[in-house]
Nanobody, 124 residues
Framework: QVQLAESGGGLVQAGGSLRLSCAASERTSSSYTMGWFRQTPGKEREFVAAIRWNGGSTRYAGSVKGRFTISRDNAKNTVYLQLNSVKPEDTAVYYC?????????????????WGQGTQVTVSS
């Protein structure tokens, strides 16, 4: 059982930056894909970015490409999401997730493990 814990959320002004962290409780398999999703009240969970532990291939949602960066630290078993040039519409609860599949899915149902989420609020 993989446990994920997000941290780093908070209040940030539009145009600012924030870094989210996701620590896994144990070393996930090198075949795992780690993803970040976000959700606002009344809406479905939305794919943000994902990265493969092995090789570091990444994928981004169009709405965040060029502003957000996903990275990993294998030694620390931690995945990061760097948020730059944030906008009010980036306000959401951000979730870290792990998928045992080798494909970088954007569908939340393809992810097996989830963290509790961390709130990001962007003020205008």
């Amino acid at each position: 059982q993989v446990q994920l814990a997000e941290s780093g959320g908070g209040l940030v002004q539009a145009g600012g930056s924030l870094r989210l962290s996701c620590a896994a409780s144990e070393r996930t398999s090198s075949s795992y894909t780690m993803g970040w999703f976000r959700q606002t009240p009344g809406k479905e969970r939305e794919f943000v970015a994902a990265i493969r532990w092995n090789g570091g291939s990444t994928r981004y949602a169009g709405s965040v490409k060029g502003r957000f960066t996903i990275s990993r630290d294998n030694a620390k078993n931690t995945v990061y999401l760097q948020l730059n040039s944030v906008k009010p519409e980036d306000t959401a609860v951000y979730y870290c997730a792990a998928s045992s599949e080798m494909v970088i899915w954007t569908l939340s149902r393809r992810y097996d493990y989830w963290g509790q989420g961390t709130q990001v609020t962007v003020s205008s």
